[in-house]
């Protein structure tokens, strides 16, 4: 009557935050997280979170990729790609790998995105010379 | 050995052809066994635990419906016996999720045995086979120790170790997935959803469309003087404060080969 791909495997299961619900406290979750309600805490999964519109995150958020179309308020760290979308409010620092803004997204917050930049020109001169004085 | 119980609503005639196919074809397979017929004076706790004393490891087979099997299932937890079930009805949710045919036709899986290891879930220190459901109101619901789910707006909390699934995944519009919870997975399934007003004669509607896995669940009234009553398997009642999780005890039950979990 129904096919196999009916079951729920914890791994890819989306944790579905709806709109009728609040959760406070630590939420950590192995698959995806789509949150359309609230979650005032702190929040970590190894995949992806999906802020969608109309929900509403206060917490630190940890995740594999993030996807954001509420409001955040909170400091998101994410391995690799940060999305904002139009309807996006985001107060807080973001570190990332890639980062996506639409046109409309509101950012407060400091960014960090890709890996550690290299040196400039003068920052080497500087390194090198304090390195003369240590010797 | 092979233990058959028979469900009580079994006793009318039109059932007759049904069984004598069914221990027909029983017989041609060479698992008949012991019959137990339910009636108001024999419960299904009591026949499974007789059978329990007077074997280390039976075979018990449900003939009937879902109720029953949830029963029967129940004192079996953790012991070396194995379940089957016989549906005799085109509605049973159970055999669905079990990959069962109804009647006679399912005597042929049972006669496979071919075994799965599931859980069960359990509320203040008792199983439940299917699920639990409560009205969240006067409730307060603790996951895993670590968030309270506060619900706003939510007609009703169904926490699920085997049952299909209906939830609204996507946004307002989308329609319904009906999947199947994992009862090896560990996990329960909570899900919850608010009610809808419909413009149209004004009919409550529920769109659930929250989703948890959780390990373990607390549920406790938020005012003492308040009830917070919990169906069991839709059938008992037991009140908060209540501890629900997966129980460590599993159950061995005769799967077919287009089973869902």
């Known amino acids: 009557m129904f096919g196999k791909d009916l079951k729920i495997k914890p791994e890819e299961a989306e944790t579905i935050i709806g709109a009728g619900v609040k959760v406070e406290g630590t939420f950590n979750a192995v698959g995806n997280v789509v949150v359309k309600g609230e979650l005032v805490g702190s929040m970590e999964t190894q995949s992806d979170v999906y802020l969608m519109e109309g929900g509403v995150i206060e917490a630190n958020i940890k995740a594999s990729n993030a996807i954001i179309a509420g409001r955040v308020k909170g400091n998101l760290k994410v391995e690799e790609k940060i999305e904002l979308s139009s309807t996006a409010r985001l107060s807080g620092d973001i570190n990332c790998q890639s980062l996506s803004i639409e046109e409309g997204a509101i950012l407060h917050g400091k960014c960090k995105v890709g890996g550690d930049p290299k040196l400039s020109a003068k920052e080497k001169k500087q390194q090198k010379e304090q390195q003369e004085i240590e010797e | ?261």
């Not at chain 2, 006793?11 to 137990?36: M, N, P, Q, W």
């Not at chain 2, 009647?103 to 599931?118: G, K, M, P």
């Not at chain 2, 409550?204 to 005012?223: A, C, G, H, T, Y």
């Open chain 2, 1 to 261: 050995m092979y233990f058959y119980i028979y469900d009580s609503f079994l006793v009318k005639k039109k059932y007759d052809k049904t069984l004598s196919k069914i221990e027909t074809r029983l017989a041609s397979l060479d698992i008949a066994g012991r019959k137990h017929k339910l009636s108001i004076l024999k419960s299904v706790s009591e026949i499974t635990h007789k059978i329990l004393e007077q074997d280390i490891s039976p075979t018990i087979v449900v003939v009937g419906g879902d109720e029953t099997l949830c029963e029967a299932a129940l004192p079996l937890a953790g012991t070396e016996a194995t379940i089957g079930f016989i549906p005799t009805e085109n509605d049973s949710l159970i055999a669905d999720i079990l990959g069962l045919p109804v009647n006679e036709y399912a005597c042929d899986v049972i006669s496979a045995r071919r075994i799965e290891y599931i859980n069960l879930g359990k509320i203040n220190n008792q199983y439940f086979f299917s699920s639990i459901e409560f009205e969240p109101k006067q409730s307060l619901i603790l996951a895993d120790k670590k968030y309270q789910i506060i619900p706003k707006k939510i007609k009703s909390v169904k926490v699920i170790n085997l049952d299909f699934l209906r939830f609204q995944k996507g946004i307002d519009g989308s329609p319904e997935e009906k999947m199947v919870s994992n009862p090896k997975d560990d996990y329960l399934e909570v899900l919850m959803g608010a009610s809808q007003q419909k413009l149209l004669f004004f009919k409550q509607k529920e769109k659930r469309d929250s989703l948890f896995f959780v390990k373990k669940l607390s549920i406790d009234p938020k005012n003492p003087k308040n009830e917070v009553l919990i169906k069991v398997d839709q059938k008992n009642i037991i009140k908060a404060p209540a501890l629900i999780e997966v129980a460590k005890e599993k159950l061995k039950i005769i799967v077919g080969k287009d089973r869902l979990i």
